[in-house]
Structures are given as structure tokens and as C-alpha cells.
């Protein structure tokens, strides 16, 4: 089965920049990730999606899963949970291991679901 491979333009841009703010994001008290390196992602009209760099993340906390999803603008993704001691938040982290072109700055960079993580953006001055 072909599936479509989309390229952002004016109807829906897709824009990758550094962030300039400090990205925190917590699991139960635990730090996952706390950068000042991450990417903002910002696709058509969505919210802004920050990707943060795998150096920046607890990665004893991240627990691989055969999770998978498709985007025609980004390529394949591939999935995450969250283990504390206290539980598992399953696939809440999603990562473009090859993205297509178009965003190949947000390669092996992470996201987070927001709305299941303690996610906090912080202006630098």
C-alpha cells in the first residue's frame, strides 16, 4: 500500500526553529527531559511542538514500544513510554527517526504529549 508523502507549502507550512525557551517536563516528580536545546516545530495552524535532544532526556526512564504512527508531512514515528517507579505512560513520546526532508532537523529529536506529562515552558532571559 503507497502511502502519500506530502511537502509543506503555503496552504500548510511546517517550520523548525531553535527554541529560545527551557523545556522541563516531569513524570510523577521525576525529571524526564530539561534542555535549552530543543527545536520548535510549528505545522499550519497546530500548537508548536518542542523536539528535544535524546542527550537531554533520562533515557532510564524510556522504555522502547513497537508503537508506531504515520504523518504524509514527516515520515514514520516511532514510540516511547514513560516508566517510573510508580507506573508506565504508554507511548507518550514520539520520535522521526528519518524524517523526510522537509524536517530533517527534528531527526532522532523527541516530543511529548503534553496533555500526559508535566510539561513546562519556561522563557530564558
Known sequence: MSRPHLIPNADHPITVTPATERV???????????TTGA????ESTYPAVYY????????????????????PFKG??????????TRELE???WTY???????EP????VA??????????VEVH
Open 52 to 71: 528535544i535532544p535524546l542527550a537531554d532526556v533520562d533515557q532510564s526512564l524510556l522504555r522502547r514500544t513497537e508503537h508506531s504512527t504515520y504523518c
Open 39 to 42: 527545536l520548535k516545530l510549528q
Open 91 to 93: 507511548n507518550v513520546i
Open 112 to 121: 511529548f504529549y503534553t496533555d500526559k506529562v508535566e510539561f513546562n515552558v
Open 106 to 109: 527534528i531527526a532522532k529529536l
Open 24 to 34: 522541563v517536563v516531569r513524570v510523577d516528580g521525576h525529571v524526564v527531559a530539561d
Open 76 to 85: 514514520d514515528a516511532s514510540y516511547y513510554s514513560v516508566v517510573t517507579p
Open 97 to 103: 527517526e528519518t524524517p523526510y526532508p522537509a524536517v
